[in-house]
């Protein structure tokens, strides 16, 4: 048996390698450990969104795409109106407009999609990231299909990020931090809510959950998640066009999900490796294997998806994680706390709840005919 380490030293051995990863490895490599930085931010949000909260998303690239083109305007364009001129030119700043622009608009499309149920939520979801993929494409001020250039670097106290070495810990610590904080709110009590959303609406309603709000807070937060990956991807590439925000790159997005571990936090970062990684592999491998070129990494991800929802329901992290034992913290209770107070109860005889001609129907089936009681 595998001596089991303490999370602590595997965290700290993980942020070493991370840190000597730029000085030690050819840049090639640096930039796939960037993109997949990237891509593991969107996909965390769909694990909050989707694993933990059941809500399947294929839009999240369209918020991506509202991140980067945001940044891209703000500090490309010479005549910004009066009321937004005050954030031109400086990266920070847009990445705060960005992130408020995203919220409005998850806030307004959450509103019409968190309507809908069942399947017609994912096909919602399509919909309106159609729609921003072509509307990115359509407006001129965007730069159309052609895109936007010029985007400058990202600067830190004067000194520039301009090539992929040196904005490599600028992603990483955001993706790091939003895995920290991604976990803290799981384990707070909005955190129970969020989880219990899983279990279905009526179930959690029941336990005093309001789904309505546990819904969209997780929405605006995977939103919010996409736009800064979007941000980050610009200054990285210094160019953006509409192609990395469509629906198939949405769909891959949520791949990631799946393939790490949908309801597993640090599972969205070994979904982004394994899919990024093995998407590079294959565009080289596969051609020569066939003979000819084309999206043959295409089919291979769709069966490897079949077999690992048959296989693998949970993702790849919980295999992972039994090769890497991991001591489990331990949690105590401090016998000296004082006791939560505790609430006035209601007059003996006292009626708390009351219902008058209750009818519930199935279909065909009446379950409760005028039905009237107290308690």
């Known amino acids: 048996m595998k001596p089991a380490l303490s999370a602590r030293t595997v965290l700290g051995l993980f942020l070493a390698l991370l840190l000597v990863a730029p000085l030690v490895m050819p840049p090639f490599y640096v930039t796939l450990l960037n993109y997949i930085g990237l891509y593991a931010l969107v996909a965390l949000g769909l694990v909050l969104l989707t694993g933990v909260g059941g809500l399947t998303s294929f ?36 990445l705060g407009v ?63 990020l301009s090539d992929g070495s040196q904005i490599f810990y600028l992603i990483w610590a955001f993706l790091l931090s939003a895995v920290f904080t991604t976990q803290n709110l799981l384990d707070s009590r909005e955190g129970r809510a969020i989880r219990a959303l899983k279990g279905g609406m009526v179930m959690a309603e029941a336990m005093g959950v309001d789904t309505a709000r546990s819904r969209m807070v997780i929405f605006v937060i995977a939103a919010l998640h996409a736009c800064a990956s979007g941000w980050l991807y610009a200054h990285l590439q210094r160019f953006v066009n509409p192609t990395p925000f469509g629906l198939h790159i949405g769909i891959e997005y949520l791949f990631m999900a799946v393939v790490g571990g949908a309801g597993q936090v640090w599972g969205a970062l070994l979904g982004a490796g394994v899919i990024t990684i093995a998407k590079q592999w294959l565009q080289d491998i596969l051609p020569r294997i066939f003979g000819q070129s084309g999206n043959f990494e295409v089919i291979f991800f769709g069966l490897m998806m079949i077999i690992i929802l048959q296989r693998a329901r949970e993702g790849l992290w919980p295999l992972f994680a039994r090769l890497v034992p991991v001591k489990a913290s331990k949690r105590t209770l401090d016998a000296a706390a004082e006791p939560l107070p505790r609430k006035p109860l209601p007059a003996r005889g006292e009626v708390i709840l009351e219902a008058k001609e209750v009818t519930r129907k199935f279909g065909g089936l009446v379950a409760n005919n005028a039905m009237s009681l107290t308690v």
Do not use: C, M, N
């Open 59 to 94: 839009g999240q690239a369209a918020f991506v795409g509202l991140g980067a083109y945001t940044t891209a305007v703000l500090t490309t364009a010479t005549d910004l109106p009066a009321w937004l001129a005050w954030a031109g030119g400086s990266p920070w700043l847009a």
């Open 98 to 160: 960005g992130l408020v622009f995203t919220a409005t608009v998850a806030l307004v499309l959450g509103s019409l999609t968190l309507r809908l149920s069942g399947h017609y939520l994912p096909l919602g979801t399509i919909a309106w990231g159609i729609s921003l993929y072509f509307l990115f494409g359509t407006l001129e001020t965007l730069g159309g299909h052609t895109g936007l250039t010029g985007v400058p670097p990202i600067a830190i106290f004067g000194y520039e």
